[in-house]
Structure formats: C-alpha cells, structure tokens
C-alpha cells in the first residue's frame, strides 16, 4: 500500500522552528520528486517547497526563503522540512507529496503529484 504518513506539526510562538517529517511506505522517495505544500483556511493550497529528480534542483516559494529546508534520507525513506523563523503567516496545514516526472519540473503546475500525506496542522502564534 503507497502511504505517506506525517508528522512534526503543533504549535509555536513566532520566530519559532519546527521540523515536519514525511514517511513513505510501498514505495521508495528516492526516485521520486518530493514536495511539501500547504494551505490555510480560505486560501488555495500553496507549493512551499520541492526536489526535483530531473537535476536535482530544489524549489521554494518567496516567502519561505532562507527560512525553509526541504531535504530527503533515502536510509529512512523520509522527507523533511525544516522550517525556521516561523511567522503566524506560516499558519496551515501542510501536507507532503510526491510523483514522478521525466518530464514536467516539481515547481510546475503540470507536475503529476500522485501520493499525497493526510496533513499536519501548523500554527504559529503567541
């Protein structure tokens, strides 16, 4: 069965960090772009971050910059994200993806994600 399972949500003050694990099983990550994207209430799902495997190339979203680290370790079939100096802007729910493509960039809207994760609420308030 293709799972993606999170975890690594919950509550911070602002400039606050959190880390947001991904697990897969029935399937490996490493052949696999990764992305991680997210979407709070009355908002369109927004793509943070992702990792191509067309070059490798990694993408983030302007307002994540310097802030945020998308990352993998194919020993744990695990993506990650990092997320420092948190602002109560940060607030969603974040969910991991993953597809693949030879084709189509991680960052495009033409991307074939096809395993998603249930989500992990972030907030990020005082």
């Known amino acids: 069965q293709v799972q993606l399972v999170e975890s690594g949500g919950g509550w911070v003050q602002p400039g606050g960090s959190l880390r947001l694990s991904c697990a897969a099983s029935?399937?490996?990550?490493?052949?696999?772009?990764i992305g991680w994207f997210r979407q709070a209430p009355g908002k369109e799902r927004e793509r943070v971050s992702c990792?191509?495997?067309?070059?490798?190339?990694?993408y983030y979203a302007n307002s994540v910059k310097g802030r945020f680290t998308i990352s993998r370790d194919n020993s744990k079939n695990t993506m990650y994200l990092q997320m420092n100096s948190l602002k109560p802007e940060d607030s969603a729910v974040y969910y991991c993806?993953?597809?693949?493509?030879?084709?189509?960039?991680?960052?495009?809207?033409?991307?074939?994600?096809?395993?998603w994760g249930q989500g992990t609420q972030v907030t990020v308030s005082s």
């Open positions: 993806a993953a597809g693949k493509s030879t084709y189509y960039y991680c960052s495009g809207t033409g991307f074939p994600w096809d395993s």
């Open positions: 990792i191509n495997t067309i070059d490798g190339s990694s």
């Open positions: 029935g399937f490996t990550l490493h052949d696999h772009a």
